[in-house]
């Protein structure tokens, strides 16, 4: 094994590495928690801290850390063939692989595969082939999409700007934003006083339809929404609100695109959210993290056969499709990814996320009984936790207390790591938890809020 020299990496880390999504001036004196191994559901940090791990990496180690046979796959794969070009007629026998497997998870007719190296490049990648889509169909001013506040599509421009997350774009030009305009987050928490689910979710659905009336239907080519929104503080709609939405594309000749970035490959018990759970079919389905339980990076967009029979045809742009990336199918990321799903299928992962789901959200519901907790929301194995000054009012704890931070070291003291997310503790663990395992969690995040109540 490559013996690394660990005296020196904070050091290292804190004077030459960018971090994401992270405060400069404090990260200046902080640095990192280094994290060393990882192994099933706990990792351990360069002090030889041992932590749960209560949001699997970044909602992504689905399987769980440190399989021996990923890594076995991974380095067969190599030493096989690591890589080579992916453009024009050239392929490799995994990415083939992996393509006919996702076209037989994946649901209807969702038949064909455009790899990138993870969610922002395949959200990226799923406008491009929506705008090639209707130029190709002739409808060359079919280009505006409609995205919701507060969802995540990541960090690259345009993924930036389908975030709806203001604080995201702080500092940086709204590149994209002339094709691209928000409407409201669904989250039945923000459901007005006195309206019941039903009212919250026609109101909604009304807000979108006005706003293709107002940018006008032969104007706006797709919808893109997350079945759970995750970043944005897990925003759970109410029932029938992805249909419905759906609904209105299709009666607008628009294209549906599901962010599954997060929700596939087992998160909610499926092996995708959009039809086995809301009931509808997108046209476009994207999905990264899971897909290869971040043992190597990976980006997905799948699209329709409908799609694909449109920009396929000989008379486009002389029949070349002129978008792709270097790492297109890296043979070694599609290797990663088959054996991923093999794990997934072979120890009925899916199984125990149906079973420790419904028991990781009941039993987080005691949390409730705190007096900063005005929601607790989420399903199966994805969970937000609210901070609140006041529960009645609901309103947001003041974010000068930095109430989620410190929450989130007083679990890390305990051994388990959390995700504070602005006022929201999220929590996202690997798929193979134990009930055991969900107690610990929860017991800590309680034992943690109760300090900090205390303390306040
Ligand atoms: N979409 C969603 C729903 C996500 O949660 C994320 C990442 N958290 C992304 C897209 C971006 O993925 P990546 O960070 O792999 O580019």
């Known amino acids: 094994m490559t013996a690394f020299d660990k005296s020196n990496a904070w050091e290292n880390d804190r004077a030459h590495v960018i971090h994401p999504y992270t405060d400069f001036s404090t990260f200046s004196n902080e640095g990192s928690q280094i994290i060393e191994r990882a192994e099933g559901m ?6 030889g801290n041992k932590l749960l791990d209560g949001i699997a990496g970044l909602w992504c180690v689905n399987i ?39 076209a037989e998870l994946a649901p209807g007719d969702l038949n064909h595969v455009f790899y990138t190296c993870g969610g922002s490049t395949a959200n990226d990648a799923a406008i491009r082939l929506v705008h090639y889509y209707f130029d190709m169909k002739g409808q060359h001013r079919k280009k505006k999409i409609i995205s919701r506040q507060n ?16 604080g995201t774009k702080t500092g940086f030009d709204r590149i994209g934003e ?3 305009t928000h409407v409201s987050a669904a989250n039945l928490y923000d459901k007005p006083e006195g309206w019941s689910d039903g009212d919250y979710c026609d109101y909604l659905v009304r807000e979108f339809e006005a706003r293709i009336q107002q940018l006008g239907p032969d104007n706006v080519a797709a919808f893109i929404a997350e079945p759970i929104m995750g970043a944005g503080g897990v925003l759970v709609a109410p029932d029938g609100y992805h249909k419905r939405m759906w609904e209105i594309c299709k009666k607008y000749d628009m294209l549906y695109i599901a962010d599954e970035v997060v929700t596939a490959f087992g998160r909610l018990g499926e092996w995708f959210a959009s039809e086995a759970i809301y009931g509808y079919q997108p046209d476009i389905l994207v999905c990264a993290k899971g897909i290869s339980s971040g043992y190597i990076p990976l980006g997905a967009t799948l699209i329709s056969t409908e799609i694909y029979d449109v920009i396929s045809k000989p008379q486009c742009v002389g ?32 199984g125990n996320v149906k079973e420790v789901g419904t028991y990781f959200q009941d039993s987080a519901k005691s949390l409730l009984n705190q007096p900063i907790v005005g929601d607790v929301r989420g399903s199966q194995l994805m969970m937000g936790i609210d901070l609140v000054a006041d529960k ?20 890390i003291e305990r051994g388990v790591i ?5 006022d929201c503790l999220v929590l996202s663990p690997p798929l193979i938890i134990s009930k055991e395992q969900c107690d610990q969690i929860i017991n800590t995040v309680n034992e943690s809020i109760t300090e900090f109540v205390a303390q306040r």
């Open 42 to 47: 706990y990792v351990t940090d360069t002090d």
């Open 64 to 102: 769980g850390h440190g399989r021996k046979e990923m890594a076995e796959t991974i380095a067969e794969q190599v030493m096989n063939m690591q890589y080579y070009n992916p453009f024009g007629h050239s392929s490799n026998i995994p990415a083939a692989t992996l393509g006919a497997k996702l």
């Open 151 to 166: 969802g995540y599509h990541g960090a690259t421009y345009v993924a930036a700007s389908l975030t709806g997350i203001h």
């Open 178 to 180: 002339d094709f691209i």
């Open 319 to 350: 029949g070349v499709l002129s978008m792709g990336l270097t790492y297109f199918g890296h043979p070694v990321a599609c290797a990663a990814a088959l054996k991923n799903i093999e794990i997934l299928e072979r120890e009925n992962i899916l």
């Open 392 to 411: 009645k009012t609901k309103t947001p704890i003041d974010m000068s207390e930095k109430a989620a931070g410190t929450i989130f070291q007083k679990c």
């Open 418 to 422: 959390i995700r504070p997310v602005g």
